[in-house]
């Protein structure tokens, strides 16, 4: 069964909404989150905080991540909206769905998990 459901059921156009972003920064955070193995609509924050570890973010992440062990689609959303919005502010050349789609590991800038 897996995501096939929510991914057929994804709106983008909603979370695109009134969000600041475009349809293919909404796609990549949904493309993240399926990534991150959900179950039952629920990614762990574990694996969350592993892949943010070592990035200057990790901290401010945490923050908000608090002593929750998961989170919806919609809360992940709302933390990475968030980040990329102030990611967007800091570095206005910068274009963030850029090669989302076709490597999620890279809305992380993690290289380790990067595969050849």
Known sequence: MGNSASQNEFNAQHYQNNSGLSIKEVEGIKNVFDSLDPKDGQIQTGTLRKLYRDSYDAPQLNNKIGDRET???????????????????????????????ENVQCFFCHPQRQHS
């Open 71 to 101: 989170l919806t689609f919609d809360q992940f959303f709302e933390l990475m909206k968030t980040d990329m919005l102030e990611k967007k502010r800091q570095f206005p050349g910068v274009d963030f769905d850029d090669g989302i789609n």
